[in-house]
């Protein structure tokens, strides 16, 4: 399963980091995404990080947002920076098991709000 | 990208009633479709990839169809559980995967 954490209310133009723990499933074997859910914009991919290494981004939050891993905590990491109000969204992290072009086992979801 | 257009966006039914909830891709994405149920407080189950395979434990009234641009998913007899927001996702695009607006299923 994946729980994630980290989630809260933080300014336009701050910064906030998401986690993502496994258990049951080893982040490194594994391609694991981050997805993102709002009112007004629906479900929206944010970014992946495949069990190789390579990482990839949304447009929407290129240059701003980073993913990462911890092998040892067996933990998948999401930096977001210059935060904005249409960031706010509840983030769910999900795992692709390589190759298998579906999302499961999905997070509860940690819920971000941007405001001033 | 790929559009995903998913209709109905929201539907009554009754228990026992034959649901059927549909997904249009804006372009091929040949059978690489799953569709996911969406329940407040709980993390979303998936219920059908490649376009029509069941995942384990989910039951069998939920069926999927299609190919190409155009995809079904059947609930054949509702149930109280199944109340919910249904979503379709392509997976068949280099990134980014895009998902459907939602399908919500409300009691009549």
């Known amino acids: 399963q994946l729980v994630e954490s980290g989630g809260g209310l933080v300014q336009p133009g701050g910064s906030l980091r998401l986690s993502c723990a496994a258990s049951?499933?080893?982040?490194?074997?594994?391609?694991i995404f981050w997805v993102r859910q709002s009112p007004g914009r629906g479900l929206e991919w944010v970014s992946v990080?495949?069990?190789?290494?390579?990482?990839y981004y949304a447009d929407s939050v290129k240059g701003r947002f980073t993913i990462s891993r911890d092998i040892s905590k067996n933990t998948v990491y999401l930096q977001m920076n210059s935060l904005r109000i249409e960031d706010t969204a509840v983030y769910y992290c999900?795992?692709?098991?390589?190759?298998?072009?579906?999302?499961?086992?999905w997070g509860q979801g940690t819920l971000v709000t941007v405001s001033s | 990208d790929i559009q995903m257009t998913q209709s109905p966006s929201s539907l009554s039914a009754s228990v026992g009633d034959r649901v059927t909830i549909t997904c249009r891709a804006s372009q091929s994405v040949d059978r690489d479709l799953n569709w996911y149920q969406w329940k407040p407080g709980k993390t979303p189950k998936l219920l059908i990839f490649a376009a029509s395979s069941l995942q384990r434990g989910v039951p069998s009234r939920f069926s999927g169809s299609g190919s190409g641009t155009d995809f079904t998913l059947t609930i054949s007899s509702l149930q109280p559980e199944d109340f919910a927001t249904y979503y379709c996702l392509q997976t068949y695009s280099a990134l980014p995967w895009t998902f459907g607006q939602g399908t919500k299923v409300e009691i009549k």
């Open positions: 049951g499933i080893i982040v490194s074997g594994d391609h």
């Open positions: 990080i495949y069990s190789g290494g390579p990482r």
């Open positions: 999900a795992r692709e098991r390589a190759g298998t072009r579906f999302l499961d086992p």
